[in-house]
């Protein structure tokens, strides 16, 4: 590349590459300088881009007021957050891959009627207004005594993963050449032995890729924690919520408190970096 | 269609098949149940604070054709759909462009570019909040810098729509540009051969190439920012709660505060009904031509 000519376009290219690597990291630069600023710092004018780094905000919003009451705070319960979002998210994502991964491999490799129009069904819930689903079910768990319980919200949440998993699962088995399977089965293996031997381990990343991605599309939903979670079941994303009305004095705190929220997803994200085209347009792409 | 196990075998992986897909159609079914539950509420007075619950026929759509606020949540809900899906698209198809180049320290770009798209949006939406704040906001500061006029960004009805689509843009300029990126990756090589030897200009090639040859892609980009764009809640709740003066109230959004702070179930669900058609109607009309455009492209 050295001893190519700088062209002009290689330029402007450059230019406009940089342009928006910024739009993107800044943001996030900015959030996470904030939530390392002390509460003087982080409103002062013009704002700081050189100060004493503290970790106060993360040790205020990690431990609460009751326990450090130097400075103002909201009362958040916000490990009891996090918590609720780990066991939400993984008991739907649980749920989903159980019941989402037989039924791919049923709609990738058998015939039988309806199954396209059961396809499209899934793939329009991807596309359904959430609230149109959410309010009802607020209704129906509270006659039920599931709101604001973990199993309610459990099966609220895999309302998002399932079409997910089935949706990508499917493409991922329908991936792997049939002969393979008839191969396997003229070897004399089983239905059973050709699924555990044969496309289980050539799926394997793919369910993995499948279930992260549920597990980040869990985290990030709002709505269904927001509208079906209990003071006490409240996942981690709705309960952001209370830091806003606080906006005026609390900068350094919910910057904090937004950085630790993302951590996991923006992680597990990387990781899958490779499926990530794949899963965001349900298989539509092959990236 | 397949049937891996012959024909010997065909009545036991018929049931085998419809014994792995039973509990994931259960679940299904499932779903039906709400969905079905507000289409039929949205016929009646439902209201939760009242109790009442009385069959009042197409009552709430027609109300709704006299409600100026129904009409203002349309408009907001089309204006943030157009806004921002326009900006999205072109923006994230010269990102994609870009990170095709082979620029140096490509594949970092690649990674950092795409860390957005994963952000819970209610996070993004508290990340850009903080940054456009009116008088210590980062963004402001920034203007007066360079020497241009600050803004009142989220807190004036005249920029609060642009604002929550800027938002909007920064978490899905990623989503968009990663699909354009592998739409690209993935064009056939020949072609772009043939049209160097007949030494046609790049403009030619673009737009009677590139662009068809990208159609299934530019439609599913187009399929998922429209839809979503439609049924928008979290970001703009997050940001302004539809306010100041109703300027961000989408549908989804009306529709909520219909719900939980007025009660009115029934006039909500109406409205969430409509909304829905939209979705579906427009959903469907673009998967089909989606999967046109991938049968032109692939033959078959």
Same mark, same amino acid.
């Given at each position: ?11 402007? /290219?450059?230019?406009?590459?940089? =342009?928006?690597? /910024? ?7 900015? *959030? ?28 205020? *919003? ?33 749920? /989903?891959? @159980? ?5 791919? !491999?049923? =709609? ?15 793939? /329009? ?7 149109? *689903? ?67 381990? @050539? ?19 709002? @709505?269904?924690? !927001? ?48 499926? @990530? ?11 | ?16 098949? %419809? ?10 079914? $499932? &779903? #039906? ?23 009042? $026929? ?23 759909? #157009? ?63 360079? $020497? ?6 989220? $807190? ?24 354009? #990126? ?28 590139? &662009?068809? #040859? ?5 439609? &599913?980009?187009?399929? %998922? ?7 928008? %809640? ?67």
């Amino acid at each position: 590349m050295g001893n190519e000519k700088l062209t002009l376009g290689k330029v402007l /290219s450059a230019i406009g590459l940089v =342009l928006i690597m /910024s739009w993107t990291i800044f943001p996030l630069y900015w *959030v996470f300088n904030m939530s390392i600023q002390t509460p003087i710092d982080v409103i002062s004018y013009p704002p700081k881009f050189y100060y004493d780094a503290t970790l106060e905000n993360y040790s205020v *919003v990690l431990i609460g007021k009751a326990w450090l009451g130097k400075y103002e705070t909201v009362q958040t319960d916000f490990p009891r957050y996090y918590l609720n979002s780990l066991i939400v998210c993984s008991g739907a994502v649980a749920i /989903s891959m @159980l019941l989402g991964v037989p039924a791919a !491999y049923s =709609l990738a490799r058998f015939a039988f009627k309806g199954k396209e129009n059961f396809a499209f069904t899934l793939l /329009s819930f991807r596309f359904a207004p959430g609230l149109i *689903v959410i309010i009802p079910l607020f209704v129906i768990f509270r006659r039920l005594g599931l709101y604001g319980t973990y199993y309610g919200m459990m099966l609220a949440y895999q309302l998002i993963t399932l079409p997910f998993s089935v949706w990508l699962m499917r493409g991922f088995f329908e991936d792997i050449p049939i002969e393979l399977e008839h191969a396997a089965r003229i070897d004399g293996y089983s239905w059973w032995g050709v699924f555990r031997k044969v496309n289980l381990p @050539l799926v394997a990343p793919g369910i993995a890729a499948t279930a992260i991605l549920s597990f980040i599309f869990a985290w990030n939903e709002f @709505l269904f924690g !927001y509208v079906l979670s209990s003071d006490i079941t409240r996942p981690v994303t709705p309960s952001l919520m209370g830091f806003i009305s606080y906006e005026q004095v609390l900068w350094g705190q919910m910057a904090a408190a937004a950085i630790i929220t993302l951590l996991p997803s923006v992680i597990l994200a990387i990781f899958i970096q490779k499926y @990530l085209v794949r899963g965001l347009t349900f298989g539509a792409v092959k990236g | 269609m397949i049937n891996p196990f012959g024909i010997k075998e065909s009545f036991w992986s018929r049931r085998k098949a %419809f014994l792995l897909f039973l509990p994931a159609f259960i679940i299904t079914v $499932g &779903i #039906l149940v709400p969905f079905g539950y507000s289409v039929v509420m949205s016929f009646t007075d439902f209201n939760l604070t009242s109790g009442t619950s009385n069959f009042i $026929g197409f009552g709430n759509y027609l109300k709704m054709t006299k409600d100026s606020e129904f009409w203002n949540s349309l408009k907001v809900t089309l204006l943030f759909t #157009l806004g921002a899906v326009i900006f999205e698209v072109g923006i994230g198809f010269v990102a994609a462009y870009l990170l095709n180049l082979g620029l140096l320290g490509q594949k970092l770009w690649r990674t950092l570019f795409l860390l957005p798209v994963m952000l819970p949006p209610t996070v993004a939406a508290i990340m850009w909040k903080l940054m456009m704040a009116p008088i210590q906001g980062v963004f402001n500061y920034l203007l007066q810098l360079v $020497g241009l006029p600050v803004s009142e960004w989220l $807190g004036s009805s005249s920029t609060a729509l642009i604002s929550v689509i800027l938002i909007d843009a920064y978490v899905f300029i990623p989503f968009v540009g990663m699909i354009f #990126l592998a739409g690209i990756q993935n064009l056939p090589k020949e072609p772009y051969e043939a049209a160097a030897v007949d030494g046609v200009s790049s403009w030619f090639t673009f737009r009677k190439l590139t &662009i068809p #040859l990208l159609k299934p892609v530019i439609l &599913i980009v187009l399929l %998922f920012r429209i839809m979503d764009c439609l049924k928008h %809640f979290d970001i703009i709740y997050a940001a302004t709660k539809g306010g100041p003066a109703s300027a961000t109230m989408t549908l989804s959004v009306q529709s909520y505060y219909q719900s939980f702070r007025w009660t009115n179930m029934g006039y909500s669900f109406a409205h969430l009904v409509v909304l829905w058609a939209i979705v579906y109607v427009l959903s469907y009309l673009l998967v089909e031509k989606w999967k046109k455009a991938v049968r032109e492209v692939h033959g078959g």
